[in-house]
């Protein structure tokens, strides 16, 4: 049975681990950028401190981004959010979902050749994984009845 749409896959694990260290990452940055001497020998800059917790924010841009990977099902298309960039696929150019065992995370076989990671079905989240593959797979095939689904694998 195909789930109701609109449907929203994203990673589990993943997410949390990204937003844990971004804030972790940031408190322990904002009190080493306090901390650094401001006399002495070795001397810091404010403009030293501002580079070391922008340096921060650039890590943690970049781990907001890992997490904010999706995949969005609705009636009409399938949207891939993956870390850079985004791409709405229609049902059609949908053919196949792969999940096999040892794959970082789901992917979509194109009808124009391509492959197409699907970061927001992960392996990290071990079982719920598998199944959500064997969902969007059940949705690739209802939705396009005349393309071969596959088998997610697993």
């Known amino acids: 049975m195909a789930p109701a749409l609109p449907r929203t896959w994203r990673p589990r694990r993943g997410r949390i681990v990204c937003y844990v260290i971004?804030?972790?990452l940031l408190a322990v940055t904002a009190v080493v950028a306090f901390l650094l001497p401001h006399e002495g020998a070795l001397v810091f800059s404010i403009g030293d401190r501002i580079g070391v917790f922008a340096f921060a924010v650039g890590i943690s841009w970049f781990l907001h981004k890992h997490a904010s990977v999706r995949i969005v099902a609705g009636r009409d298309h399938l949207e891939a959010r993956n870390l850079f960039r985004s791409r709405t696929l229609a049902w059609g150019e949908v053919l196949a979902v792969r999940f096999r065992p040892g794959d970082p995370w789901a992917y979509l076989d194109l009808s124009d050749g391509e492959t197409?990671?699907?970061?927001?079905?992960?392996?990290?989240?071990?079982?719920a994984a598998v199944e959500?593959?064997?969902?969007?797979?059940?949705l690739v095939h209802t939705l396009t009845p005349d393309q071969p689904a596959g088998d997610p694998g697993r």
């Open 22 to 24: 971004i804030v972790i």
């Open 116 to 127: 197409l990671a699907a970061m927001g079905i992960q392996a990290s989240d071990g079982p």
């Open 132 to 138: 959500s593959a064997r969902e969007l797979a059940r």
